[in-house]
């Protein structure tokens, strides 16, 4: 199994521009979570899909942040339009309801905007 | 709400040693998960162990073990004989079993295991 992947590994951009972060989780698993880590706030759940329905966005900071999942195996992160302040590692990770909370991260994506 | 709190930010130790990390959590459920992550300097999240609240057992994995003290909300993972490899930032995590199964992270310790 290859494992959650998330691309790019590295984005740099600059501010007022669109970012879009990819992610296909594992085959089979039916949740999937965007997180996002920074040194001052640590790991934050940004938004949360169960079988493809985006279930708690909560975390989610602003309107300019979107994300979407068309299929199971698919899902993007869009940020619109980014700031210096989004910049930080955004990581996909998915799980298999019923095992719970065991939830398999993928490599992250550092994202730096200028 | 539930919060995990890791106490202390930085340990290091020598090789070979045996190191303690420490967790306390705060929840009103009863049934729940709790883990800790390892995420090395390549920054790759890695499941280390895995507790159920049920379980009075502690859970055991290779040098990984953890202390559960459901009563004091506490978990502590506890790596013997340690490897340069065990070098980490590990985060502990909590879950409870219904509902929206969302990780709830500590901040973190940053652990060193020196030569």
């Known amino acids: 199994d290859a494992g959650v992947i998330q691309s790019p590994r590295h984005e740099v951009t600059e501010m007022g521009q669109e970012v879009t972060l990819r992610c296909k989780p594992i085959s089979g698993h039916n949740s999937l979570f965007w997180y996002r880590q920074t040194m001052m706030r640590g790991l934050e759940l940004l938004i949360y899909?169960?079988?493809?329905?985006?279930?708690?966005d909560s975390g989610m900071p602003e309107d300019r942040f979107s994300a979407k999942m068309p299929n199971a195996s698919f899902s993007t992160l869009k940020i619109q339009p980014s700031e210096p302040r989004d910049s930080a590692v955004y990581f996909c990770a998915s799980s298999l309801r019923g095992r719970a909370g065991e939830q398999f991260f993928g490599p992250g994506t550092r994202l730096t905007v200028l | 709400a539930q919060t995990v709190t890791q106490s202390q930010p930085e340990m290091s130790v020598q090789e070979a040693e045996t190191v303690t990390l420490s967790c306390t959590y705060d929840?009103?459920?009863?049934?729940?998960?709790l883990f800790w992550y390892k995420q090395p300097p390549s920054r790759q999240m890695i499941l280390v162990i895995r507790q159920e609240a049920y379980k009075q057992q502690n859970a055991t994995e290779n040098r990984f073990s953890v202390n559960f003290q459901k009563a004091a909300k506490s978990f502590s993972l506890k790596i013997s004989d340690s490897q340069l490899g065990d070098t980490a930032m590990y985060f502990c995590a909590f879950t409870i079993i219904q509902g929206a199964q969302k990780l709830v992270f500590g901040q973190g310790t940053r652990l060193t295991i020196n030569p």
């Open positions: 899909f169960n079988n493809n329905v985006p279930i708690d």
């Open positions: 929840t009103s459920e009863s049934n729940y998960y």
